[in-house]
């Protein structure tokens, strides 16, 4: 099995060692991990130039950084997304990655192999609810068709790693396990869902006539695809 870790932070704190404890119970002998850490191993700014779009996501000016991790995405059966928490949302660094991955949401050209992943999102905060920031990373996995994206919000009362409580540090080990746990099951059946097949299906529609289908380099990918026809991505 194969896992992708993007990191929203370039530090080894708080929400690292919540995703360090999670590949702890998740990862076996024969499971592969491939980490990126950003801003370090991520693009520039998207600057919306709709090169991604309109020609390609080969000639996106970042492609040597963007490209590597999201074939790493498409070629791992777990994607996990970590961000402490700031201002309510993900680092800046994680969102600006989530704009150049907007070519593969489900309204362009979405990669046949996300539609049977599994996704965890990770996010910690000193003291206001992160749970918006699990939230809105899980939302990015959605739209690329990842069907079932678990959260792990922490609340830790603490800045950093080595200010944490010894019964903060226990609880967080324990939700870390149960997580773990539940990913893996899932992993190990992996499935397209209710939710997701609805959505493709209504921009499979959209994509049928030239004249909704305001993008050729869309439209093409799905006639590639097979999806105009018979073929499903989850089959």
Same mark, same amino acid.
């Given at each position: 099995?194969?896992?992708?870790?993007?990191?929203?932070?370039?530090?080894?704190?708080?929400?690292?060692?919540?995703?360090?404890?999670?590949?702890?119970?998740?990862?076996?002998?024969?499971?592969?991990?491939?980490?990126?850490?950003? $801003? @370090?191993?991520?693009?520039?700014?998207? /600057?919306?130039?709709?090169?991604?779009?309109? !020609?390609?996501?080969?000639?996106?000016? *970042?492609?040597?950084?963007?490209?590597?991790?999201?074939?790493?995405?498409?070629?791992?059966?777990?994607?996990?997304?970590?961000?402490?928490?700031?201002?309510?949302?993900?680092?800046?660094?994680?969102?600006?990655?989530?704009?150049?991955?907007?070519?593969?949401?489900?309204?362009?050209?979405?990669?046949?192999?996300?539609?049977?992943?599994?996704?965890?999102?990770?996010?910690?905060?000193?003291?206001?609810?992160?749970?918006?920031?699990?939230?809105?990373?899980?939302?990015?996995?959605?739209?690329?068709?990842? $069907? @079932?994206?678990?959260?792990?919000?922490? /609340?830790?009362?603490?800045?950093?790693?080595? !200010?944490?409580?010894?019964?903060?540090? *226990?609880?967080?080990?324990?939700?870390?396990?149960?997580?773990?746990?539940?990913?893996?099951?899932?992993?190990?059946?992996?499935?397209?869902?209710?939710?997701?097949?609805?959505?493709?299906?209504?921009?499979?529609?959209?994509?049928?006539?030239?004249?909704?289908?305001?993008?050729?380099?869309?439209?093409?990918?799905?006639?590639?695809?097979?999806?105009?026809?018979?073929?499903?991505?989850?089959?």
């Amino acid at each position: 099995m194969k896992i992708t870790v993007i990191h929203g932070q370039g530090h080894k704190g708080i929400t690292y060692t919540m995703t360090k404890n999670v590949l702890d119970s998740l990862v076996g002998l024969n499971d592969e991990v491939f980490e990126f850490f950003l $801003p @370090k191993d991520g693009p520039k700014f998207c /600057i919306g130039c709709n090169t991604c779009f309109l !020609k390609g996501e080969e000639y996106c000016p *970042e492609a040597d950084k963007v490209q590597p991790i999201m074939k790493s995405m498409e070629e791992s059966e777990i994607i996990i997304l970590d961000s402490p928490n700031y201002v309510m949302e993900m680092s800046g660094n994680m969102k600006n990655l989530m704009d150049h991955f907007a070519y593969r949401w489900i309204t362009h050209r979405p990669h046949a192999k996300m539609f049977t992943k599994v996704g965890l999102t990770i996010s910690s905060s000193a003291g206001a609810p992160p749970s918006n920031t699990v939230k809105s990373m899980a939302k990015q996995l959605k739209w690329m068709g990842v $069907p @079932k994206v678990y959260k792990f919000p922490f /609340i830790s009362n603490a800045l950093n790693i080595s !200010k944490i409580s010894t019964k903060k540090e *226990e609880e967080l080990k324990q939700k870390a396990q149960k997580i773990a746990s539940k990913v893996k099951r899932r992993a190990n059946n992996p499935k397209a869902n209710l939710k997701g097949k609805i959505m493709f299906y209504i921009f499979r529609k959209m994509q049928l006539s030239p004249d909704t289908a305001w993008n050729p380099k869309d439209r093409n990918w799905w006639i590639e695809q097979g999806w105009i026809e018979n073929a499903r991505p989850w089959k």
